[in-house]
């Protein structure tokens, strides 16, 4: 079996072939927990798990760039933001789903910022956004599923304030999704509980920090994810990203570690059933 814990079927990438995508999943017998970032896609998130029940899982939150209206040129798939303001009633109401097994993904994205915001304002938002998504993964008992994307100028930033507010809040349920950064912040996380997810990422060339940093994280504080429809892995680069090429990235993380993938495979699938509560 494997386990892609981070992916977005829920987006409008999956709009044409979805039902075709989320039918190899039910053949493959794989488990995929589809991560929303406003309102509109993690309803959508918790419909398809509604549907495919076993297969597929929800998780719930407000991104941080949907606090702001903006054009975003990502390479592989530009898109377009709505402001929402966080609403703790709707998202708590969305949370209680039996099949939602996580908040986020929440957490701090200082790498895009509209002109015409002032940095502190469009940082103290999402400080205050992320403390509320926070609370309420508290409030259910849900682990929650960390976004973090450093500005430019600024490396590191968006790390080290999302370690200061996880330090301060004391609640260390969490996972950091697409881990980006390098072995002295990742230690930090660890230090506090918190499980590494890798993406496609890893595979790609010159990526030697993130190399030592897969080495040295321990095998049962590791998950794998595609985080599709973005950051295909190597091999399929430069297509639309999809669950099973999860495969590539525990095949990169086994090669890195000097391990057989069948044992890896078991220990991110033991790691994602444990974390999230999967049956």
Same mark, same amino acid.
């Given at each position: 079996?494997?386990?892609?814990?981070?992916?977005?079927?829920?987006?409008?990438?999956?709009?044409?072939?979805?039902?075709?995508?989320?039918?190899?999943?039910?053949?493959?017998?794989?488990? =995929?927990?589809?991560?929303?970032?406003?309102?509109?896609?993690? %309803?959508? $998130?918790?419909?398809?798990?509604? /549907?495919?029940?076993?297969?597929?899982?929800?998780?719930?939150?407000?991104?941080?760039?949907?606090?702001?209206?903006?054009?975003?040129?990502?390479?592989?798939?530009?898109?377009?933001?709505?402001?929402?303001?966080?609403?703790?009633?709707? #998202?708590?109401?969305?949370?209680?789903?039996?099949?939602?097994?996580?908040?986020?993904?929440?957490?701090?994205? #200082?790498?895009?910022?509209?002109?015409?915001?002032?940095?502190?304002? +469009?940082?103290? %938002?999402?400080?205050?956004? +992320?403390?509320?998504?926070?609370?309420?993964? /508290?409030?259910?008992?849900?682990?929650?599923?960390?976004?973090?994307?450093?500005?430019?100028?600024?490396?590191?930033?968006?790390?080290?304030?999302?370690?200061?507010?996880?330090?301060? +809040?004391?609640?260390? %349920?969490?996972?950091?999704?697409?881990?980006?950064?390098?072995?002295?912040?990742?230690?930090?996380?660890?230090?506090?509980?918190?499980?590494?997810?890798?993406?496609?990422?890893?595979?790609?060339?010159?990526?030697?920090?993130?190399?030592?940093?897969? /080495?040295?994280?321990?095998?049962?504080?590791?998950?794998?994810?595609?985080?599709?429809?973005?950051?295909?892995?190597?091999? =399929?680069?430069?297509?639309?990203?999809?669950?099973? +090429? =999860?495969?590539?990235?525990?095949?990169?993380?086994?090669?890195?570690?000097?391990?057989?993938?069948?044992?890896?495979?078991? $220990? =991110?699938?033991?790691?994602?059933?444990?974390?999230?509560?999967?049956?």
């Amino acid at each position: 079996m494997l386990i892609d814990t981070h992916a977005h079927l829920n987006f409008s990438a999956f709009k044409d072939d979805g039902p075709d995508i989320i039918q190899q999943i039910v053949n493959d017998d794989m488990k =995929v927990i589809n991560v929303g970032s406003q309102l509109s896609t993690s %309803k959508r $998130a918790v419909e398809l798990a509604d /549907k495919h029940q076993g297969n597929l899982y929800a998780a719930v939150g407000l991104h941080p760039i949907h606090l702001f209206a903006m054009d975003y040129d990502e390479m592989e798939m530009p898109f377009k933001t709505k402001k929402e303001d966080f609403s703790q009633e709707a #998202y708590e109401k969305l949370a209680e789903h039996k099949n939602v097994v996580a908040i986020g993904e929440t957490g701090l994205d #200082y790498f895009h910022r509209p002109k015409d915001i002032a940095e502190m304002e +469009f940082i103290n %938002k999402q400080k205050w956004t +992320f403390l509320k998504e926070l609370q309420l993964a /508290k409030k259910l008992g849900l682990p929650y599923i960390l976004h973090c994307r450093d500005s430019r100028e600024k490396p590191g930033q968006a790390y080290k304030d999302i370690l200061a507010v996880l330090k301060e +809040f004391k609640y260390f %349920k969490g996972v950091i999704h697409c881990f980006s950064s390098d072995w002295d912040i990742a230690a930090k996380f660890l230090d506090m509980g918190l499980m590494i997810s890798f993406t496609g990422i890893i595979t790609y060339p010159k990526t030697n920090e993130l190399t030592r940093v897969v /080495k040295k994280t321990p095998l049962d504080r590791i998950m794998a994810e595609t985080d599709a429809p973005y950051l295909a892995p190597q091999i =399929v680069r430069g297509k639309r990203n999809e669950p099973r +090429f =999860v495969r590539y990235i525990i095949d990169q993380i086994a090669e890195i570690k000097g391990k057989e993938f069948n044992e890896v495979n078991e $220990a =991110v699938t033991r790691n994602a059933n444990q974390f999230f509560g999967l049956k």
